[in-house]
């Protein structure tokens, strides 16, 4: 029975509800002396000493308790939620009903129990988090091998001044290494500013502890994103086709789930004249109604894609502090992650064709932390070209913008015609074929009625073969490898060359003729890579050299400004090698020699 | 058959690193590899083949022949013809920085990997490589995609090989200021 849907979850039980009871510095005393009257257990806290103030986070705490509510996302728990009323479609109502509370019983106490199983510490120098009911999980995490914490505050968390944290490290895949949802939110931030403030002293930088809490707030304007800038970013970008395709997953949910239900109700409809369903299929669709719709959807579209837009990347803002970027977006529920500058593995500027012709870009930031799958990148939703060497000046010290970038050789124009025209020739052979090899599949003469049309992928895609091989172009210099490609979209990928992790070329066997080479340089992170498509032969193989020569030993390149306030300019050991020579406490001083090996 | 004497690899601070000594020839792959590729080739055609051969058993068109002698053609390449071409194309060499594969009949790739990236390197040796006396290491990085494996090389030789490059991996390292140590 879909009209009753699942209820909204149960109301929070005395113990979430408990917000004011947040166990912040003030109250902690108060919290101390509930303690002892309560059971223990209701409390924020872990049953724990005083805290030390210097190191408030060193003894185990719990998450909030609003947590047990707020620490599953919300679809998740829908989820559980819709499976009941779908399994007891057909049985009535109560038992439905009963089925619900009995698993949303469930689902609490097992909240309840991983909450209350469930603390977190930071001693300075490891991230411990301890959880599972039954089998029990400990977690460390050396600060040295942080990418990226990121506090994210949902709609509803900020209306109770909470907060969670997710830190990646990176060799985190699918998720974050370590996510603590909920957390009060001046907790969060101050588990940041220590994070970030032990991340500094191992860097051999020694901070003040008091004025980097200051820092997280002010630090050093490097980017604000308009709202028009947002806006304009909606309409010509991708997020136009959310609604559309929401759209349509909800169509085949609904049509999988209540079809014959959505099948009644069109009959009704039919009935009531609501609906043409007089005449249905032998006239063929109604045009004037199937535009009226299109033009229905495409206004929802503009107006939904504007709306997530702003809703995500309302208030954009990139701060830099010290050798770090602080990246804050969102309009309800905000997203604040630090990206430390030394962690960027790969920066893409991405300019589609109508971005182009407005002079807009956007520029990605990512780095090896592998959880965000699109989300977690950092992504400046639209900035004028005549911004993006500015920013990529601000996020790779000592670059000046995109180098000078060298265009491949006129052979690559054919490689690049091959690849556009390849898949439009095969289509067009289909098509001209199809009916006379096999006449049964084109009864309605549909194929046959498309035949030219499809013709005219032809020149489209020669031109924009033409298009991409003008765009194919790279270039290196002592800091940074750069290519750009695309047609309809173009990308232009920087990586760090001291980032780089390997090098690969290849040539088939018509580049081989061509004299073309493919040279891929891989950086940490899931899919980051800088492909140089169809270079020429010894600009290749001079790339491939130069790169894995300083893959095998970066050397910093200490110019005036940097030696300042660079982070090659200090030399402490302590910051952990991850590689298999981990075993080895390397002398401290290590010199550097350019080849030991005979 | 173990691993070989290789062993845990614990290098203190100040010790003389343990090398092999292997040199900076460029070599190729144990020659049993290619037992080894014609095997697995081998397998793979069976299903796609038997298929093929009930299908023409049951329907029998006129033209079934064609397509046996086709598929036969097909085996015959990939199991007999194949994989020495593929043999005879791979190289790999220790240099001083990285280690360095070129191999690929059709397409070419070269691929080098830095000692100074190296994170982690795998020994794995499948039933038909045990019985052949191969193993195959498997070289990664933090890239996901820029990893580098030696898919047959002498049971023995694989420790070896993984020493030397753990011992070249850790003088790369040791080489660097602690700042750029850490390789992500």
Redesign the interface.
Same mark, same amino acid.
């Given at each position: 029975m879909p009209s009753d849907g699942p209820p909204p979850p149960p109301p929070p039980p005395a113990t979430a509800g408990g917000q004011g009871h947040r166990p912040d510095a003030g109250d902690r005393d108060a919290a101390a002396t509930a303690a002892a009257t309560t059971s223990d257990w209701l409390e924020g806290t872990a049953p724990t000493a005083a805290v030390d103030p210097a190191r408030p986070f060193a003894t185990p705490r719990r998450l909030h308790p609003a947590s047990v509510l707020l620490g599953v996302p919300l679809a998740q728990a829908v989820q559980a939620l819709i499976f009941p009323v779908v399994a007891t479609l057909a049985a009535p109502l109560w038992l439905t009903l009963l089925l619900l509370m009995v698993v949303a019983i469930i689902g609490l106490i097992v909240r309840l129990l991983d909450w209350r199983m469930r603390t977190f510490s930071f001693d300075g120098e490891v991230l411990r988090v301890d959880h599972g009911i039954l089998s029990r999980n400990h977690r460390s995490l050396d600060v040295g091998r942080i990418q990226q914490v990121e506090i994210q505050r949902g709609a509803i968390q900020r209306v109770f001044g909470l907060a969670a944290i997710r830190v990646e490290t990176a060799g985190s895949a699918a998720e974050p290494e370590v996510d603590l949802r909920v957390v009060p939110e001046e907790d969060a931030v101050a588990l940041r500013a220590a994070v970030r403030a032990s991340q500094q002293r191992l860097k051999g930088r020694a901070t003040a502890d008091e004025s980097d809490q200051e820092a997280d707030e002010e630090g050093e304007e490097v980017l604000t994103v308009p709202m028009s800038h947002v806006v304009i970013a909606a309409v010509t970008g991708a997020r136009l086709l959310v609604l559309p395709a929401v759209i349509g997953g909800a169509l085949q949910f609904v049509g999988n789930q209540v079809g014959p239900f959505v099948d009644d109700v069109i009959d009704q409809m039919i009935e009531l004249g609501l609906a043409a369903g007089e005449t249905p299929t032998v006239s063929g669709p109604d045009w004037r109604l199937v535009a009226v719709a299109a033009a229905g959807l495409l206004l929802l579209s503009v107006v939904a894609a504007i709306v997530v837009s702003v809703l995500r990347d309302g208030n954009f803002r990139i701060r830099r502090v010290d050798e770090d970027l602080y990246v804050s977006r969102g309009l309800l529920s905000t997203r604040d992650s630090v990206v430390p500058l030394r962690r960027v593995q790969l920066v893409e500027v991405k300019r589609n064709w109508i971005r182009r012709v407005l002079g807009f870009a956007t520029v990605r930031i990512r780095s090896a932390g592998g959880s965000t799958g699109g989300e977690g990148r950092v992504t400046v939703p639209l900035l004028p070209v005549s911004e993006v060497d500015r920013l990529l000046s601000e996020i790779m010290p000592n670059v000046d913008g995109v180098p000078v970038l060298h265009s491949h050789p006129p052979q690559a124009l054919r490689r690049s015609l091959f690849r556009w025209l390849r898949p439009a020739t095969l289509l067009v052979a289909v098509v001209w074929l199809a009916p006379v090899v096999l006449p049964f599949v084109d009864d309605a003469g549909l194929i046959v009625d498309a035949r030219p049309w499809v013709l005219l992928l032809l020149p489209i895609n020669a031109v924009l073969a033409v298009v991409e091989y003008r765009q194919l172009a790279h270039g290196l210099t002592e800091l940074v490898v750069a290519a750009r490609s695309g047609a309809l979209s173009i990308t232009t990928a920087l990586a760090p060359v001291v980032k780089v992790q390997a090098v690969t070329s290849r040539r088939s066997l018509f580049q081989r003729r061509l004299g073309l080479t493919t040279v891929l340089v891989h950086v940490a992170g899931p899919g980051a890579l800088v492909t140089v498509l169809d270079a020429g032969r010894d600009a290749a193989a001079r790339l491939h050299a130069r790169l894995s020569e300083h893959a095998a030993s970066p050397t910093p390149v200490v110019t005036p400004a940097q030696d300042a306030a660079g982070p090659q300019a200090t030399g402490t050991p302590q910051d952990a090698a991850d590689g298999p020579a981990d075993a080895r406490s390397a002398p401290a001083g290590a010199t550097r020699q350019p080849d030991p090996r005979p | 058959m173990g691993w070989g004497q290789g062993g845990p690899?614990?290098?203190?601070?100040?010790d003389e690193i343990p090398r092999p000594g292997l040199d900076d020839r460029e070599r190729e792959l144990a020659p049993a590899v290619i037992t080894s590729w014609r095997i697995s080739s081998g397998l793979s055609w069976l299903l796609p083949g038997a298929m093929a051969i009930g299908l023409a058993v049951v329907i029998g068109p006129p033209w079934t022949w064609l397509v046996l002698v086709l598929l036969l053609g097909l085996v015959l390449f990939s199991v007999v013809f194949y994989p020495p071409m593929r043999f005879r194309r791979w190289r790999w060499q220790l240099t001083?920085? &990285?280690i360095?594969l070129r191999y !690929?009949v #059709?397409?070419?790739?070269?691929?080098?990997?830095?000692?100074?990236?190296?994170?982690?390197?795998d020994i794995a040796a499948g039933p038909v490589d045990r019985l052949l006396e191969l193993a195959s290491l498997q070289v990664t990085?933090?890239?996901?995609?820029?990893?580098?494996s030696l898919p047959g090389i002498a049971a023995e030789q694989a420790p070896q090989v993984r020493a030397e490059l753990?011992a070249?991996?850790?003088? &790369?390292?040791?080489?660097?200021? !602690?700042? #750029?140590?850490?390789?992500?």
């Open positions: - | 690899v614990t290098i203190q601070a100040g001083d920085l &990285a360095e !690929g #059709l397409l070419h790739r070269r691929e080098t990997v830095p000692y100074f990236r190296i994170q982690q390197i990085t933090a890239s996901a995609s820029g990893s580098a753990l070249r991996a850790a003088t &790369a390292v040791a080489e660097h200021p !602690g700042d #750029l140590r850490d390789a992500v």
